[in-house]
C-alpha cells in the first residue's frame, strides 16, 4: 500500500479570483449581489421534479406545493415505474414516498444512487414513520432529506428550494468541468498522433492505481488527470508543438511552462484539487532533473509519478512526429532504463511495467467507441472494464 501527504495545493476559490473584488462576495454590496442573484435564478431553465408516490390524492397535493415553486412536475406510482422513467429523463429532484408496494422507497433510492446518472440527484423521502430508527434508515438509503407526513407546506417548500439549489450548484459545477474536458480533448485533436492518448492514459494509471491499492479519490484524480494532464498545451503554439526537429532553447522554454499553465487553468474548480499535483508535476524526474520546480524523489506527489509512468509508456509506444511508435517492451526496457538513470521512481516502475498492457489498451479502445463522453464517467463505472486486468 502505497500512501501520499500532499500539502502543495491548499483549496481554491470556487470563482477564479480575477473575477471578484479583493475581500471576496461578502464585500460586494446588498443591491448587487439581490441583481446578481436574481440573475443566476432566471437564467436557470425550470426545473424538474419527480413525484413517486401510490396514491394518486397525494401526489395531486404535494404537486400543488410544486406547482408554486415554478416546477415542471413527473408523476409515477411506485418505485419500479419511476426507475424506468430515470432511464429517459433527467429530473433535478426526486419526492418519493417511503411507504410502497413491491419496491418500497428505501429500495427505489437505494438504486437512484447507485446509478452513475442520477447518483447526484437530490433525493425527498417522505413517510407516515416518524420514528429515529426509520429517519437513519432512509438516510443510510441515501435520502437527502426526511420529511414525516403530513408534511407542513412552508417546511417543505423551504427544503424543496434548498434541494434545488443545491442541484443547480452541482448542475454549473459539471458544466464548468465539462467545459474544461472538452478544452482537454480539443488538444488532443490537434495532433492526429495522440488520438486516444488521454483515454488510454485514463485506463493505465487507474489500472496501476488498482494495482497500488489507492483510495477511490484518488483513482478518480488519476483518471481525471489522464484528461487534463496536458490541458496547458492549448497556450502552446502549433509551430513548436509539431516541430519534427529539435526545439531551441528558447522553443524548450516555452514548452515546458505548459505544466503551470494547464494548473493555472484547473485551479479555479475545488473539485479539481487533487488533479492539480499531477498537472504541475507530471514532468518532474526523480533526481530532480524535471520542471518545473526541480522536486526530487519522494517530494515528486505521487499521483503525479504514477501518472507519469503511464504518460511516458503511451509516449512511446505511440507515433510521433520525432520518432516511431515503438514495441511494447522495447519501451518497457527504456522505461527500466531511465529509471536506471534516475529519471523515474524505481519502486514504482518494477511494478508498473507488470500490468498487462495490450489487455488495457484493447479495453480503451472498447471502452472509447462504446460511450462517446467516456471522460465524464465515474471511477466506479471505469473500475468494472479494468479491475480485472488490474488484478
Known amino acids: ?9 491548499p483549496a481554491e476559490p470556487a470563482v477564479p479570483a480575477v473575477l471578484l473584488p479583493a475581500e471576496g462576495w461578502s464585500a460586494v454590496s446588498s443591491p448587487f449581489a439581490d441583481v446578481r442573484q436574481t440573475l443566476l435564478e432566471q437564467s436557470s431553465h425550470p426545473r424538474t421534479v419527480l413525484l413517486l408516490a401510490e396514491r394518486s390524492a397525494e401526489r395531486r397535493m404535494i404537486a400543488s406545493l410544486l406547482r408554486r415553486e415554478g416546477c415542471h412536475i413527473l408523476e409515477a406510482g411506485g418505485g419500479e415505474a419511476g426507475i424506468e422513467m430515470l432511464r429517459d429523463c433527467r429530473a433535478d429532484l426526486v419526492i418519493l414516498d417511503r411507504d410502497m408496494e413491491g419496491m418500497d422507497g428505501l429500495e427505489c433510492c437505494r ?33 437527502d432529506e426526511y420529511l414525516s407526513k403530513p408534511v407542513h407546506p412552508e417546511v417543505f417548500r423551504t427544503r424543496i428550494r434548498a434541494l434545488i439549489r443545491h442541484k443547480v450548484a452541482i448542475d454549473r459545477l459539471e458544466e464548468s468541468e465539462t467545459i474544461l474536458f472538452a478544452l482537454a480533448q480539443a488538444v488532443e485533436k490537434r495532433d492526429h498522433h495522440t488520438a486516444g492518448h488521454c483515454q488510454r492514459l485514463a485506463i493505465f494509471s487507474v489500472a496501476f492505481g488498482m494495482r497500488l491499492g489507492l483510495a477511490q479519490g484518488q483513482l478518480l484524480a488519476l483518471h481525471r488527470g489522464g484528461f487534463l494532464h496536458d490541458i496547458g498545451k492549448i497556450a502552446i503554439p502549433d509551430s513548436i508543438l509539431f516541430k519534427p526537429g529539435k526545439l531551441t532553447p528558447e522553443e524548450w522554454a516555452l514548452m515546458k511552462t505548459h505544466s503551470v499553465r494547464g494548473e493555472e487553468i484547473c485551479r479555479p474548480l475545488r473539485s479539481l484539487e487533487k488533479v492539480l499535483p499531477i498537472i504541475r508535476h507530471h514532468h518532474e524526474r526523480w533526481d530532480g532533473g524535471g520542471y518545473p520546480d526541480g522536486l526530487r524523489g519522494e517530494k515528486i506527489p505521487l499521483l503525479a509519478r504514477v501518472l507519469q509512468l503511464a504518460d511516458a509508456y503511451d509516449a512511446l509506444t505511440s507515433e510521433r512526429p520525432y520518432k516511431p511508435a515503438y514495441s511494447s517492451e522495447s519501451a518497457i526496457e527504456t522505461l527500466i532504463s531511465e529509471a536506471n538513470g534516475g529519471w523515474r521512481d524505481p519502486q514504482l516502475t518494477e511494478l508498473f511495467v507488470r500490468l498487462p498492457f495490450q489487455e488495457l489498451a484493447a479495453a480503451s479502445a472498447e471502452f472509447s467507441q462504446g460511450e462517446e463522453d467516456s471522460f465524464e464517467c465515474s471511477v466506479r463505472n471505469l473500475r468494472e472494464n479494468v479491475m480485472a486486468l488490474a488484478s
Not at 429515529?132 to 438516510?139: C, L
Request: charged share 25%; glycine share 4%.
Open 1 to 9: 500500500m502505497i500512501t501520499q501527504i500532499d500539502k502543495r495545493h
Open 111 to 143: 438504486r437512484i444512487k447507485a446509478n452513475r446518472k442520477t447518483e447526484l440527484t437530490p433525493v425527498l423521502m417522505l413517510t407516515s414513520i416518524s420514528s429515529t430508527s426509520d429517519e437513519i434508515a432512509g438516510i443510510q438509503a441515501g435520502a
